[in-house]
């Protein structure tokens, strides 16, 4: 059996996540191809009773379909991967988006709208409806209380600009991969857990601290 | 500017003296969570970022990321998060449509908002191009819903 480090582990999630995200780029190239081929199928036989033209129609039109299912699923499997590799070490897995990370500038970018009927007019349509929730502030008062334990957490800013990739090993130098994968598991649950734990007695002291004042 | 818009700015920019303000302030004349103006500002946002080629394979990697660089990862659902990102850009992902109805407003916008506060760091926007970014969704928001 192989030996390696938990550093080695995240090597080879960030090589399959290289190579799920070439993969995800065949797919979608793949699935624009098979949709602008339907498209041309479409125009070159219409009005055509043939059944040749109707099965050249269903079959281009299927290939679209499941090159964009396959799209999804790889891009499914690499978000698992990547929760995985981060849930093992945060932010050992960078993001992917540096490169179009940035928004686009206002002349690039047409005025934002929705349609009417649309997902985003529905979301958007009911809370313009009721402008604030009748909450006592709770959700808004939960949201500050993530981001400034964040940037507890992270030395004063809530998020880092570059991720962190450095790490501590949490398993004997000697230990497989497979027994790393489990230590560094087990550890990210309990690590999990006793980031709750810190996050709910942090609250608390709060709260604590609010009544007081009051 | 209203109200709602310099609180939501204040969370953004994590100016946390005039936030705590604001929230002395809110629940003494008995405001809720700003839902409105966090929802249209993650429209915006979500627009400027992933509008061009609303790529899943890119907003699923957002989210993960998100969540990484977030102490408390969990506060922030995968899964609700993506749809909220989809919906928004009227990407026709499946469960979509159902996740986000399941969602109430104040859920919706703790989601909404962690994902805003990380658009706008991850865009590096000046506190002009803030302020341009959040009017902006303050005009959407009374174009679309005129204060009778």
Same mark, same amino acid.
């Given at each position: 059996?192989?030996?390696?480090?938990?550093?080695?582990?995240?090597?080879?999630?960030?090589?399959?996540?290289?190579?799920?995200?070439?993969?995800?780029?065949?797919?979608?190239?793949?699935?624009?191809?098979?949709?602008?081929?339907?498209?041309?199928?479409?125009?070159?036989?219409?009005?055509?009773?043939?059944? #040749?033209?109707?099965?050249?129609?269903?079959?281009?039109?299927?290939?679209?379909?499941?090159?964009?299912?396959?799209?999804?699923?790889?891009?499914?499997?690499?978000?698992?991967?990547?929760?995985?590799?981060?849930?093992?070490?945060?932010?050992?897995?960078?993001?992917?988006?540096?490169?179009?990370?940035?928004?686009?500038?206002?002349?690039?970018?047409?005025?934002?709208? #929705?349609?009417?009927?649309?997902?985003?007019?529905?979301?958007?349509?009911?809370?313009?409806?009721?402008?604030?929730?009748?909450?006592?502030?709770? #959700?808004?008062?939960?949201?500050?209380?993530?981001?400034?334990?964040?940037?507890?957490?992270?030395?004063?800013?809530?998020?880092?600009?570059?991720?962190?990739?450095?790490?501590?090993?949490? #398993?004997?130098?000697?230990?497989?991969?497979?027994?790393?994968?489990?230590?560094?598991?087990?550890?990210?649950?309990?690590?999990?857990?006793?980031?709750?734990?810190?996050?709910?007695?942090?609250?608390?002291?709060?709260?604590?601290?609010?009544?007081?004042?009051? | 500017?209203?109200?709602?818009?310099?609180?939501?700015?204040?969370?953004?920019?994590?100016?946390?003296?005039?936030?705590?303000?604001?929230?002395?302030?809110?629940?003494?004349?008995?405001?809720?969570?700003?839902?409105?103006?966090?929802?249209?500002?993650?429209?915006?946002?979500?627009?400027?970022?992933?509008?061009?080629?609303?790529?899943?394979?890119?907003?699923?990697?957002?989210?993960?990321?998100?969540?990484?660089?977030?102490?408390?990862?969990?506060?922030?659902?995968?899964?609700?998060?993506?749809?909220?990102?989809?919906?928004?850009?009227?990407?026709?992902?499946?469960?979509?449509?159902?996740?986000?109805?399941?969602?109430?407003?104040?859920?919706?916008?703790?989601?909404?908002?962690?994902?805003?506060?990380?658009?706008?760091?991850?865009?590096?926007?000046?506190?002009?191009?803030?302020?341009?970014?959040?009017?902006?969704?303050?005009?959407?928001?009374?174009?679309?819903?005129?204060?009778?």
């Amino acid at each position: 059996m192989s030996s390696g480090s938990v550093g080695d582990v995240i090597a080879v999630l960030r090589q399959i996540l290289d190579d799920l995200d070439g993969a995800a780029v065949a797919a979608t190239t793949a699935q624009k191809s098979a949709a602008a081929g339907t498209r041309h199928y479409q125009t070159a036989t219409e009005g055509a009773d043939s059944s #040749h033209a109707t099965a050249a129609r269903t079959q281009a039109s299927e290939a679209a379909a499941k090159s964009g299912k396959i799209a999804r699923l790889i891009a499914e499997a690499a978000a698992e991967i990547s929760h995985y590799a981060n849930h093992i070490a945060p932010g050992s897995v960078p993001t992917r988006t540096s490169a179009t990370g940035g928004m686009l500038s206002g002349e690039a970018l047409a005025k934002p709208s #929705h349609k009417k009927g649309s997902l985003a007019a529905k979301a958007l349509g009911r809370v313009g409806q009721v402008r604030s929730s009748d909450d006592g502030l709770q #959700h808004f008062g939960k949201l500050g209380g993530i981001l400034q334990d964040a940037a507890k957490g992270s030395g004063g800013t809530a998020v880092s600009k570059t991720p962190d990739f450095s790490f501590q090993p949490t #398993h004997q130098p000697s230990a497989s991969v497979g027994d790393a994968l489990l230590a560094a598991l087990a550890v990210a649950i309990v690590g999990a857990k006793g980031v709750e734990l810190m996050s709910r007695m942090r609250r608390r002291t709060r709260n604590d601290d609010t009544k007081e004042k009051g | 500017m209203e109200e709602e818009t310099k609180f939501l700015r204040a969370l953004l920019r994590q100016d946390w003296e005039t936030y705590d303000s604001f929230t002395e302030k809110f629940q003494s004349e008995g405001k809720g969570t700003p839902v409105a103006i966090i929802g249209y500002s993650f429209f915006v946002a979500v627009q400027r970022r992933f509008a061009e080629n609303k790529d899943a394979r890119e907003i699923i990697r957002f989210v993960a990321d998100a969540r990484a660089r977030l102490l408390e990862g969990r506060e922030l659902p995968a899964k609700e998060g993506e749809a909220l990102i989809y919906a928004m850009l009227d990407m026709d992902m499946p469960g979509v449509e159902e996740i986000v109805e399941d969602l109430n407003v104040g859920v919706m916008a703790e989601i909404q908002g962690q994902l805003l506060f990380r658009l706008v760091e991850d865009a590096e926007l000046t506190d002009e191009q803030l302020d341009e970014l959040l009017l902006e969704a303050e005009a959407l928001l009374h174009e679309n819903h005129p204060v009778e």
